[in-house]
């Protein structure tokens, strides 16, 4: 990983992470080292939420699509190593909060994936980004969901 380029983004857009039953098998230690690890650096870098939680799901049925996306959030920490939160000082206090939802971005149950953040003088404290525990039959109903998780 010393000689890799960084990328731009924790994992490629287009990229789909799926439970891949043909595929072949990988050693399942490592791959859970360098997710916890990551699971750890959430509580400081909350741009790593949503990828890691996608990451997370697939430890025990490991392949090898699987340490090829935790490779790219690796790289993506690379060029991120100067990122931070601040807060400035004598900001105006204001409260803004945003929320998001893919609606039913998981593939095998399509259960959709929300998240939110509020930025307080612009800096972050507090997100989440967790999939839904029901599916939604449409994107205004995946979105009324965040935002009701948002709001309680």
């Not at 000689?3 to 857009?13: D, Q």
């Not at 959430?42 to 949503?50: E, H, V």
Request: aromatic residues 10%; neutral net charge; glycine residues 8%.
């Amino acid at each position: 990983m010393d000689k890799s380029n960084s990328v731009f983004n924790p994992i490629v857009p287009s990229c789909k992470v799926v439970n891949d039953e043909g595929g072949v098998k990988v050693d399942k230690t490592y791959y859970k080292q360098i997710v916890g690890s990551l699971m750890y650096l959430i509580a400081t870098r909350p741009d790593l939420m949503f990828v890691v939680s996608i990451i997370s799901r697939y430890m025990e049925n490991l392949t090898e699509l699987h340490p090829q996306v935790t490779k790219s959030v690796l790289r993506y920490l690379k060029g991120t190593t100067d990122f931070g939160i601040f807060y400035r000082k004598g900001g105006d206090g204001e409260l803004v909060a945003y929320t998001d939802s893919d609606y039913a971005g998981d593939l095998e149950d399509r259960k959709s994936t929300s998240g939110y953040v509020f930025l307080l003088s612009s800096g972050t404290i507090s997100w989440s980004s967790k999939k839904q525990p029901v599916v939604s039959l449409s994107t205004t109903e995946a979105e009324f969901i965040v935002a009701t998780s948002c709001a309680c």
